[in-house]
């Protein structure tokens, strides 16, 4: 009998990348590998878990709060872990991609926190996941610049004081990384991204007065949140740095994870940062959950979907409230609006609802709030400071009044808005814009002013097949019509028309617009429902 030879830490099986040495280290292998074999199996069993829940929603059409936890939410005792000075204050944050040029700019805008995005808004070729892991080593060094091929124009970091703090947000668990396989099996990307960037940074960013702190993306229950803690828990021993150097914050963007927000901070609480309200992914977190569950469940258009609507204020006050009384900060949604060059007035108009929401949100005891783009950063900070002065937070604001019964989280027939015409024509053409730019490795893409990443195509797809499957109704020229397949294929089609037409035959050939198309048909016309967009996608993704 063959003494067993040592598997090898982690088989990474993609073509070479310049200076990826740097971030595939054989001991950074080997924590990933370690990271694979202890959690994976409960990631697999937690996955389960999911399917099993939805199913229980598919049969009951309904949530509630736990009863098994109900003690947890009644202990007034426990408290998150206070806040490290770096993250005490964060009015503004700013969200995007870890690409060079955004490292720098993201770095640069006057904003509290820069969330560096390797989940939605960034798309998932190996080059995204190692340069962008590359870009933050080089940043936390202090020697990352840029300068771009098309203006010549150059970009370097001000001075350390001046930069935002960084909050890393991995995938999600139901990703893989089919790229770095443990064991002949592929590593959840979250494992991969959180793993490669604990590994190489935890002790420098320590040694920054920083730390290495995370956003936890599609967290959908508190069973979820004990296994990230965990993870945190053996990585800082592993790394040897103390332990409750890690802060995580979590996003809200599931509505099964909207009736666990005080488990998931108890389970997280020598970690935990905080709670952030997820528009979007939240809206088809509803979507997908409620997609049998008849008429009361459908949403008008996205964009008519606002956050003054009853049930949107229900889970942003909960949230507040949950965050405050626990010693979290509560961290406000997305203004997604991107500047226009040429058009003052669309600005202006668009400027106005930005600093409706921030004000709103400050108002409501949100200690900050997200923006997608630099010029964004001055209008939400003014939001922000006229409500907190030098208060680094509002967590003293301890909601007292607000009182959220189960049924007012899925009081979806409350809006007086419906679906239309016009918002399933939007809904298709943003799909195909954002998959085409997808499939071409870019994850956060401007598309009619507005910052769209994998969660706006998320509800634009899971829109299309809710409406077509609760045979929804909308006025196109005076006349009703069904939503229907049918219908669905007729204006892709027209959008791909007017997509040739817009940017001409050459620049057309060269893109994944009829891949963009299909993929958008597939994932809103089949009878069977794709959980997440992104699973379909990865398959077609090249690189």
């Given at each position: 009998?063959?003494?067993?030879?040592?598997?090898?830490?982690?088989?990474?099986?993609?073509?070479?990348?310049?200076?990826?040495?740097?971030?595939?280290?054989?001991?950074?292998?080997?924590?990933?590998?370690?990271?694979?074999?202890?959690?994976?199996?409960?990631?697999?069993?937690?996955?389960?878990?999911?399917?099993?829940?939805?199913?229980?929603?598919?049969?009951?059409?309904?949530?509630?709060?736990?009863?098994?936890?109900?003690?947890?939410?009644?202990?007034?005792?426990?408290?998150?872990?206070?806040?490290?000075?770096?993250?005490?204050?964060?009015?503004?944050?700013?969200?995007?991609?870890?690409?060079?040029?955004?490292?720098?700019?993201?770095?640069?805008?006057?904003?509290?926190?820069?969330?560096?995005?390797?989940?939605?808004?960034?798309?998932?070729?190996?080059?995204?996941?190692?340069?962008?892991?590359?870009?933050?080593?080089?940043?936390?060094?202090?020697?990352?610049?840029?300068?771009?091929?098309?203006?010549?124009?150059?970009?370097?970091?001000?001075?350390?004081?001046?930069?935002?703090?960084?909050?890393?947000?991995?995938?999600?668990?139901?990703?893989?990384?089919?790229?770095?396989?443990?064991?002949?099996?592929?590593?959840?990307?979250?494992?991969?991204?959180?793993?490669?960037?604990?590994?190489?940074?935890?002790?420098?960013?320590?040694?920054?007065?920083?730390?290495?702190?995370?956003?936890?993306?599609?967290?959908?229950?508190?069973l979820e949140a004990r296994l990230w803690n965990d993870v945190f828990v053996f990585a800082q021993d592993q790394v040897g740095v103390p332990q409750g150097s890690v802060r995580a914050t979590v996003l809200?963007?599931?509505?099964?994870?909207?009736?666990?927000?005080?488990?998931?901070?108890?389970?997280?609480?020598?970690?935990?940062?905080?709670?952030?309200?997820?528009?979007?992914?939240?809206?088809?977190?509803?979507?997908?959950?409620?997609r049998d569950g008849g008429a009361r469940f459908v949403l008008p258009d996205r964009n008519a979907v606002t956050m003054t609507a009853p049930f949107m204020r229900a889970y942003?006050?909960?949230?507040?409230?949950?965050?405050?009384?626990?010693?979290?900060?509560?961290?406000?949604?997305?203004?997604?609006?991107?500047?226009?060059?040429?058009?003052?007035?669309?600005?202006?108009?668009?400027?106005?609802?930005?600093?409706?929401?921030?004000?709103?949100?400050?108002?409501?005891?949100?200690?900050?709030?997200?923006?997608?783009?630099?010029?964004?950063?001055?209008?939400?900070?003014?939001?922000?400071?006229?409500?907190?002065?030098?208060?680094?937070?509002?967590?003293?604001?301890?909601?007292?009044?607000?009182?959220?019964?189960?049924?007012?989280?899925?009081?979806?027939?409350?809006?007086?808005?419906?679906?239309?015409?016009?918002?399933?024509?939007?809904?298709?053409?943003?799909?195909?814009?954002?998959?085409?730019?997808?499939?071409?490795?870019?994850?956060?893409?401007?598309?009619?002013?507005?910052?769209?990443?994998?969660?706006?195509?998320?509800?634009?797809?899971?829109?299309?097949?809710?409406?077509?499957?609760?045979?929804?109704?909308?006025?196109?020229?005076?006349?009703?019509?069904?939503?229907?397949?049918?219908?669905?294929?007729?204006?892709?089609?027209?959008?791909?028309?007017?997509?040739?037409?817009?940017?001409?035959?050459?620049?057309?050939?060269?893109?994944?617009?009829?891949?963009?198309?299909?993929?958008?048909?597939?994932?809103?016309?089949?009878?069977?429902?794709?959980?997440?967009?992104?699973?379909?996608?990865?398959?077609?993704?090249?690189?």
């Amino acid at each position: 009998m063959s003494a067993s030879v040592p598997s090898p830490a982690a088989v990474v099986d993609a073509e070479p990348l310049p200076r990826q040495e740097e971030v595939l280290t054989d001991a950074a292998l080997a924590f990933v590998a370690e990271l694979h074999r202890r959690f994976t199996p409960r990631r697999d069993e937690l996955l389960a878990r999911r399917a099993e829940r939805r199913a229980e929603i598919a049969r009951t059409s309904t949530l509630d709060f736990l009863p098994e936890t109900a003690a947890i939410r009644a202990d007034d005792s426990w408290r998150v872990a206070p806040a490290p000075a770096a993250l005490d204050d964060r009015r503004v944050e700013i969200t995007g991609p870890t690409d060079r040029k955004m490292t720098i700019n993201a770095l640069n805008s006057g904003a509290r926190v820069w969330l560096a995005d390797f989940e939605d808004a960034s798309a998932p070729t190996w080059e995204n996941v190692v340069v962008g892991q590359l870009n933050l080593i080089d940043a936390y060094g202090g020697n990352i610049d840029f300068t771009d091929p098309g203006s010549g124009k150059s970009y370097a970091l001000r001075p350390a004081e001046e930069l935002a703090t960084v909050v890393m947000r991995p995938r999600g668990w139901h990703l893989d990384e089919r790229h770095l396989q443990v064991d002949g099996r592929a590593v959840p990307g979250a494992l991969v991204d959180f793993g490669l960037y604990f590994f190489h940074n935890a002790q420098r960013l320590l040694d920054l007065g920083k730390g290495p702190y995370f956003y936890l993306p599609k967290t959908e229950s508190h069973l979820e949140a004990r296994l990230w803690n965990d993870v945190f828990v053996f990585a800082q021993d592993q790394v040897g740095v103390p332990q409750g150097s890690v802060r995580a914050t979590v996003l809200i963007e599931t509505i099964t994870a909207a009736y666990e927000m005080e488990e998931i901070l108890y389970e997280l609480r020598d970690h935990a940062s905080g709670l952030n309200a997820g528009r979007w992914d939240y809206l088809f977190s509803i979507v997908k959950n409620f997609r049998d569950g008849g008429a009361r469940f459908v949403l008008p258009d996205r964009n008519a979907v606002t956050m003054t609507a009853p049930f949107m204020r229900a889970y942003t006050e909960l949230l507040v409230r949950t965050c405050h009384k626990r010693g979290a900060h509560a961290i406000g949604g997305m203004a997604a609006f991107i500047p226009s060059r040429r058009d003052p007035e669309v600005n202006r108009v668009a400027f106005e609802k930005v600093r409706a929401d921030k004000d709103r949100e400050a108002a409501d005891g949100f200690d900050g709030s997200w923006v997608a783009h630099p010029d964004l950063v001055p209008i939400a900070m003014e939001s922000f400071d006229r409500v907190l002065g030098d208060r680094p937070h509002q967590k003293d604001r301890l909601r007292e009044d607000v009182d959220v019964k189960a049924a007012d989280l899925l009081a979806v027939d409350s809006l007086e808005a419906r679906p239309t015409y016009a918002g399933l024509v939007n809904a298709v053409q943003v799909g195909i814009r954002y998959i085409e730019a997808w499939l071409r490795g870019l994850g956060a893409v401007a598309i009619f002013n507005l910052m769209e990443d994998a969660a706006t195509a998320e509800i634009s797809r899971s829109q299309i097949w809710q409406w077509i499957n609760a045979g929804v109704e909308v006025d196109r020229d005076g006349t009703t019509v069904r939503v229907t397949p049918e219908l669905a294929r007729e204006v892709a089609a027209a959008e791909l028309a007017a997509v040739r037409s817009e940017i001409g035959e050459e620049a057309f050939a060269a893109g994944h617009w009829q891949q963009a198309h299909d993929l958008l048909l597939t994932v809103a016309l089949d009878e069977d429902y794709a959980d997440f967009l992104t699973l379909p996608a990865y398959e077609q993704l090249t690189g």
